[in-house]
């Protein structure tokens, strides 16, 4: 018997990685050991303080009950602070910050909320999967709008202004772009709020990439009247090193914030306090403890640089984010054929930037959460390979 999914399922696939990592499971259970530089999932851990604080607060019988909606007052001050010190940006911890589990459950969130079947949504291309599938989802139509190398990876608002705007009511943003590295400034995002506001159009800044490789993190609410038109999703899964802990946050105006909870208090109820309670420590982490992490994924870049020019691929040496993003040769016919062959022959996987949107099927990218000795050694296995 098969009870058929719903029609809307027809929209969406399984998550691309989801598929792949049974493909190299098989691979290993077959005795082969793959090398995987696909996932952006940080192999370094929180710092001390934020597992001590777990640890104990665990302790604590009184801290497993179910939690507010809201989450715990001491991590929306923490958050609030954060924001404060690192982005410059002032946010009521009462009603301008809303904590997640993780940024992507936060996209799902935003796009029940505001989207529905006759609204269209800007979408980048290339760009993070999920913008697209929750969008989908609600029944809304994509409209993408192109990224490309020769703009620096940012939109070309002359460009996007010549389409009927009427219908677009969310457009998701991410800068510092996944998975292009590329960045942002503050007259970009000046832009990006008058294009909004303008338009009537919910811009959604996606920023978990900001202390990654980045020595000055920005945020699209630090611009003058952003909190009137523009939300920004944040997490602790890249800047802390706490994928699994399931850790973001949503900042921007009461409204907009009181709209999101309306939709997300109807889904989950609320996050384990040990978690928040450690996340707040986190949030508190001195500045050397965010170097000492960059310094670490500064000497990995430069091993995945060498591993790119081993495959003859094209790159800009200036990207953040945890990723380095790099233009195949012309002699492979698109970034999946490069990334097939390196799998089969090197047994190194290395995401092909086609799942990323069209615009990205030139292009591979490579995570930078493995130890520099993996990065050696996918080095040689690559040189040996290409001979
Ligand atoms: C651009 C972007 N947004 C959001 C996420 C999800 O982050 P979180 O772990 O906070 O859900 C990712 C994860 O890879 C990402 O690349």
Redesign the pocket.
């Known amino acids: 018997m098969h009870i058929q999914p719903a029609s809307r399922m027809n929209l969406v696939q399984e998550y691309y990685f989801s598929t792949k990592l049974k493909e190299i499971a098989a691979m290993q259970s077959r005795g082969i050991q793959v090398i995987n530089l696909g996932i ?1 999932s940080p192999d370094l851990p929180p710092s001390p303080e934020t597992i001590t604080t777990l640890g104990e607060a665990a302790q604590n019988p009184k801290n497993h009950a179910y939690q507010s909606y809201i989450g715990s007052p001491v991590l929306r001050e923490a958050f609030a602070n954060w924001y404060h010190t690192w982005y410059g940006v002032t946010l009521n911890p009462a009603n301008e910050i809303l904590p997640l589990l ?4 936060g996209i799902m969130h935003i796009a029940m909320t505001y989207l529905e079947a006759g609204d269209q949504v800007l979408v980048p291309n290339p760009g ?1 999967p ?1 913008y697209r599938s929750a969008s989908l989802l609600t029944g809304a139509t994509i409209v993408d709008y192109t990224l490309s190398e020769e703009n620096d990876w940012l939109p070309d608002f002359e460009e996007m202004e010549k389409q009927d705007l009427s219908r677009v009511k969310l457009m998701w943003v ?1 800068y510092p772009h ?1 998975p292009t590295g590329a960045q942002a400034n503050t007259e970009f995002f000046e832009k990006l709020i008058a294009f909004g506001k303008k338009h009537n159009i919910l811009i959604v800044n ?1 920023n ?1 990439y900001s202390f990654i490789l980045n020595d000055k993190p920005l945020s699209i609410l630090s611009v003058e009247g952003a909190k009137d038109i523009a939300l920004e999703l944040n ?1 602790l ?1 890249k800047s802390h090193n706490m ?1 699994g802990w399931r850790i ?1 946050m949503l900042g921007g105006n009461p409204n907009f914030i009181a709209d999101v909870l309306r939709f997300k208090s109807n889904m989950d109820s609320g996050m384990f306090l040990p978690a928040q309670l450690a996340a707040a420590k986190a949030l508190h982490n001195p500045p050397e403890w965010y170097d000492k992490v960059n310094t670490i994924y500064r000497e990995r870049q430069q091993k995945v640089f060498e591993l790119l020019w081993r495959l003859g691929c094209d790159f800009s040496e200036n990207q953040q984010g945890m990723f380095v993003w790099a233009k195949i040769p012309s002699t492979y016919k698109d970034g999946y054929t490069l990334s097939d062959e390196i799998l089969q022959k090197a047994h190194v996987f290395i995401t092909p930037g086609g799942i990323f949107g069209s615009q990205g099927n030139n292009y591979i990218r490579a995570s930078l959460c493995s130890d520099v000795s993996v990065f050696e050694e996918s080095i040689e296995r690559v040189t040996l390979a290409l001979q």
Not at 102 to 105: I, P, V
Request: a negative charge; charged letters at 20%.
């Open positions: 952006g993780g940024s992507k459950e993070y999920t991410n996944m996606d978990p997490s899964s994928a973001g």
